[in-house]
Nanobody, 125 residues
Framework: QVQLVETGGGLVQAGGSLRLSCGAS????????MGWFRQAPGKEREFVAT????????RYADSVKGRFTVSRYNAKNTVYLQMNSLKPEDTAVYYC??????????????????WGQGTQVTVSS
């Protein structure tokens, strides 16, 4: 059983930055693709970013491209989401997820096996 825990959310003014972390326990995830998703009130969960296993290729939603950066530090079994130039429309609960033992990236949330509990990000205008 994989457990994921997101940290780093909070309240920030528009234009500011936050770095989210997703720590994993129960498995070594260096071979697994990881994803970040978000869900705003009244909206469906949407893809934000993904990073592949082993090669650490990345892919982003158009809405965050150029502002967000996903990375991983396999020695700590942790994935990060650096968020810069934040906008009020980035306000949401952010979730990390893992495709266990599958290294290919995915933007469809149904292709992920385990999820964290989420961390709230609020961007004020």
């Amino acid at each position: 059983q994989v457990q994921l825990v997101e940290t780093g959310g909070g309240l920030v003014q528009a234009g500011g930055s936050l770095r989210l972390s997703c720590g994993a326990s129960g498995r070594t995830l260096s071979n697994s693709a990881m994803g970040w998703f978000r869900q705003a009130p009244g909206k469906e969960r949407e893809f934000v970013a993904t990073i592949s296993g082993i090669s650490s290729n990345t892919r982003y939603a158009d809405s965050v491209k150029g502002r967000f950066t996903v990375s991983r530090y396999n020695a700590k079994n942790t994935v990060y989401l650096q968020m810069n130039s934040l906008k009020p429309e980035d306000t949401a609960v952010y979730y990390c997820a893992v495709r266990e033992n599958i290294r290919l990236m995915a933007s469809n949330p149904y292709e992920y096996d385990y999820w964290g509990q989420g961390t709230q990000v609020t961007v004020s205008s």
